[in-house]
């Protein structure tokens, strides 16, 4: 049946205005079939699965086609996220009116102001002009405090309060002078019809008029995990004479750059906290691999691909899918992904007026479901991802496979790219003995692993719920599908793969889960721009960045059979920890967009310092940063030094985040990449030896960020002043496709004359008075044992010389 429906015949009476009441049985007529086949959008196991009746979802196609209001998804008086400001007198204003109509007085004139907050007829024609009851009373306790508080009242209503009192006039006459006063309490009363205008979100395709200027052609290459269906939209994308990849990760943007480079296809890299150029003189290429919010959708190309497009539905990141889908200017789109979307990208493109050609992949090995779980350690196989959904559960598998005497690389979300890339070619490397992976979620997409069976320790997880709020429930069947589908690669020693759980009494609920299809999406994502917000900062100048992200989302108009406002949280929460600093609005929104974990403390703390050093127009350079993280870094002890390094590691991304939107602000790109680059290697170490700093934990060896006493702190500082120097001496420099897990060692005696720069040499040659065994001490490169130590060879040295010269020297000519 052609899934066609009668979209645009009911958006022509919608803009007629006419008000259409069908039966609900001829509403689910016109019912596009992903919403009658959906069972969730959420993926959930069980009962949660149910989808609405037809009935219930014709109900609320009509209301959706009346434009929706986000007010449902916002507090039930959109008038509260409003804040009352302060009005102060006018300080031109004299005591004219005292002179005219004599003295006022106070506590009459309380009674009167009472009176008039208890009238009907006030509160009535109040309602009329915009005030609901929250605004009334709020606009009233400020016109109550301004009437009894300023020094001097507008000559006009001072003698207006003299009539009321005296009984010449109706309390009802001061309404025009309330009214006015409350639309300077709330300047919104007076703009309310144009910040809905603004927040009008009905029509997105229109925000783009360079992709509408071109007929593009819109391919979906559908298919499972280790389909091939990326496979065949890069190959087009490298035969093409311009082109660009929109990836969802860093590590896939990285890995088609690559691919580029190898098959000399001159392509640059761009992600939020890189840039790399294929051209030495830094001219912009033909061909660009991106993270899917970076896309360009200024420069028209021949090809793009947009990558892994089921994540359009993504309550955080789905409107950076939305906006590259609806706005890439590109003769062909290809995009791949999930069948789920294909009927909401369907969709989406009728809006367009564009056709999709639909290209399904099979999947090119075969996957076992196996009927007997692992159940214990000592049954793990190499080959085998033993896949969790929480650290702790990482810290158990990982220390369980030690005491068996089983190496096992380890991986999960917040690790940086680089330490997962080390991880995962360690695990895929023939010649290394670790042969097991303890993963997270995080190997689902990203990162091309030779598994030949995945096990389920779990098949919960915390999930992030429609409203915001987290759970912990079963994972999605998207979920399920796309982490079992990465046992068995095509083209290595394990084609086919094999999926099983660690606990018997889950095999059930894993087969259940990998039998079913992912639901329909429904719904695709967005987000306010800032050209909006800045709209809305015009109207509302007092309004706090997230009090006008909040009146933004609650006027906000979409066409919620389609589309969804994705969550602000974080971007809130960023904005109101810098709020109380002065910031300009554009920037004040560009840190707000930053990647930062909110969940550390370290970290929202570094964000706060960057704005403040910003907002004072003071650099934020290399030696400030390095200050702050306590560069130069040491392998860590315990897992709080391991936790702690991946903190710095995000501080040093959002400084790189940010340099691109602020470099002259952030200066020292290169500096920071090379010791991010640096932390990578020292990271990578730790999660190898991630059992050991699990035992440390426990056993009470100390952590080094929490070492505070004097004598500890000057050894610490004359520590990692070695560290620096041995690490910058022994290391290999890595490159951000590969890190090196080998084992970090000591400089010899060959490499000790690395250690002092010429920078030192320079103020040791300045300083001639002083000894130089005390400026090698002073700067950490030299401890005072070893001094004693080279102290005493040398005076060995010393006497077995005079010896041979003068074996008749006497003893009282020997040095002392």
């Known amino acids: 049946m052609n899934r066609l429906w009668m979209r645009g015949t009911l958006s022509g009476l919608s803009q007629a205005n006419l008000i259409l009441r069908p039966h609900p049985s001829l509403v689910s007529f016109c019912v596009p079939l992903r919403h009658q086949r959906n069972r969730s959008n959420h993926g959930k196991h069980g009962d949660s699965h149910r989808a609405k009746t037809l009935d219930e979802f014709a109900s609320s196609?009509?209301?959706?086609?009346?434009?929706?209001t986000a007010q449902d998804s916002s507090p039930k008086n959109i008038n509260q996220l409003f804040k009352p400001l302060i009005v102060?007198?006018?300080?031109?204003?004299?005591?004219?009116g005292e002179q005219i109509a004599g003295k006022l007085d106070k506590s009459t004139l309380l009674r009167a102001l009472n009176k008039f907050l208890a009238n009907e007829e006030i509160k009535k024609l109040s309602k009329e002009h915009g005030l609901d009851e929250y605004?009334?009373?709020?606009?009233?306790?400020?016109?109550?405090k301004f009437c009894l508080d300023v020094q001097y009242l507008p000559t006009d209503l001072y003698i207006l309060f003299c009539d009321v009192l005296q009984g010449a006039k109706s309390i009802d006459d001061v309404f025009p002078f309330f009214l006015q006063h409350a639309r300077k309490v709330f300047p919104h009363l007076e703009c309310l019809d144009d910040l809905k205008v603004i927040s009008d979100l009905t029509n997105p395709p229109n925000w783009y008029p360079e992709a509408r200027q071109i007929n593009r052609k819109i391919i979906f290459h559908a298919g499972p995990t280790n389909s091939g269906k990326t496979y065949h939209a890069l190959e087009r994308f490298m035969s093409a004479k311009s082109g660009v990849y929109c990836g969802p990760l860093k590590l896939l943007a990285v890995e088609v750059f690559n691919k580029c480079k190898t098959r000399d296809v001159p392509c640059d890299l761009i992600t939020g906290e890189e840039r790399k150029?294929?051209?030495?003189?830094?001219?912009?290429?033909?061909?660009?691999?991106c993270t899917v919010e970076m896309s360009n959708l200024t420069n028209p190309f021949e090809v793009a691909v947009?990558?892994?497009?089921?994540?359009?539905?993504?309550?955080?990141?789905?409107?950076?899918?939305t906006r590259a889908l609806l706005g890439i200017p590109a003769e062909e789109v290809h995009v791949c992904g999930e069948a789920s979307a294909i009927d909401l990208v369907k969709e989406l493109c009728i809006s367009t007026g564009e056709e999709v050609e639909v290209r399904t992949n099979k999947r090119l090995t075969e996957l076992k479901i196996m009927d007997k779980a692992v159940q214990k350690f000592e049954n793990v196989e190499p080959g085998d991802c033993i896949v969790c959904f929480s650290k702790n559960d990482i810290y158990t598998v990982s220390r369980a496979l030690e005491r068996m005497g089983v190496e096992c690389a380890v991986i999960y979300g917040s690790l940086p790219p680089g330490t997962k890339l080390a991880m995962s070619e360690k695990f895929n490397d023939p010649n290394d003995p670790c042969k097991v992976l303890v993963a997270t979620d995080a190997i689902g997409m990203g990162l091309n692993l030779n598994i030949r069976r995945i096990v389920f320790y779990s098949t919960s997880k915390i999930c992030l719920l429609e409203n915001g709020e987290k759970e912990v429930g079963l994972i999605s069947v998207s979920q399920a599908l796309q982490i079992a589908g990465r046992a068995g690669r095509y083209n290595t020693q394990w084609e086919t793969g094999y999926v099983t759980t660690f606990n018997q009494d889950e095999i059930n609920i894993m087969k259940d889960l990998l039998k079913q299809t992912p639901p329909d999406i429904l719904q695709a994502g967005l987000h306010p721009s800032f050209d909006q917000i800045e709209m809305y900062a015009y109207h509302l100048p007092h309004a706090g960045l997230a009090n006008l992200v909040d009146i933004f989302i609650s006027l906000s108009t979409l066409d919620d059979s389609s589309y969804f406002l994705c969550h602000t949280d974080d971007f809130k929460f960023l904005a109101n920890m810098i709020e109380h600093?002065?910031?300009?609005l554009k920037a004040k929104y560009t840190f707000c967009c930053a990647p930062i974990n909110r969940k550390s403390p370290f970290v929202c703390t570094m964000f706060l310092k960057f704005a403040r050093q910003f907002s004072r127009g003071e650099l934020i350079t290399f030696d400030w940063l390095c200050h702050q993280i306590g560069w130069p870094f040491s392998p860590?002890?315990?897992?709080?030094?391991?936790?702690?390094?991946?903190?710095v590691h995000d501080v040093m991304d959002s400084y790189l985040w940010l340099s691109y939107r602020f470099p002259d602000m952030f200066p020292d790109v290169m500096l920071i990449s090379d010791v991010r680059e640096e932390l990578d290697i020292v990271i990578a170490e730790g999660v190898t030896n991630i059992v050991q700093l699990l035992r440390n934990s426990e056993s009470g060896v100390s952590s080094s960020a929490a070492k505070v006493d004097e004598d500890a702190f000057d050894a610490r500082n004359r520590q990692n002043r070695q560290d620096k120097a041995w690490r910058h001496t022994q290391l290999p420099k890595i490159s951000n496709d590969s890190v090196s897990s080998q084992s970090l060692t000591r400089p010899t005696k060959k490499t000790f004359s690395a250690l002092v720069s010429d920078e030192d040499l320079d103020e040791i040659q300045l300083k001639p008075s002083a000894k130089l065994s005390e400026l090698l001490q002073e700067r950490g490169l030299l401890t005072k044992e070893i001094f004693s130590s080279l102290r005493r060879e040398w005076l060995d040295k010393l006497k077995q010389e005079q010896n041979l010269d003068n074996p008749d020297s006497p003893s009282k000519n020997k040095p002392k």
């Open 61 to 68: 196609v009509f209301k959706g086609h009346q434009n929706k």
């Open 88 to 96: 102060k007198a006018n300080p031109d204003d004299m005591n004219l």
């Open 135 to 144: 605004l009334y009373h709020q606009a009233y306790v400020s016109f109550r």
């Open 277 to 289: 150029y294929a051209c030495e003189d830094q001219e912009p290429a033909n061909h660009v691999s």
């Open 306 to 321: 947009i990558d892994e497009i089921q994540m359009i539905k993504d309550y955080q990141r789905g409107w950076a899918w």
């Open 581 to 584: 600093i002065k910031l300009p």
């Open 636 to 647: 860590p002890n315990t897992i709080l030094d391991l936790v702690q390094m991946e903190a």
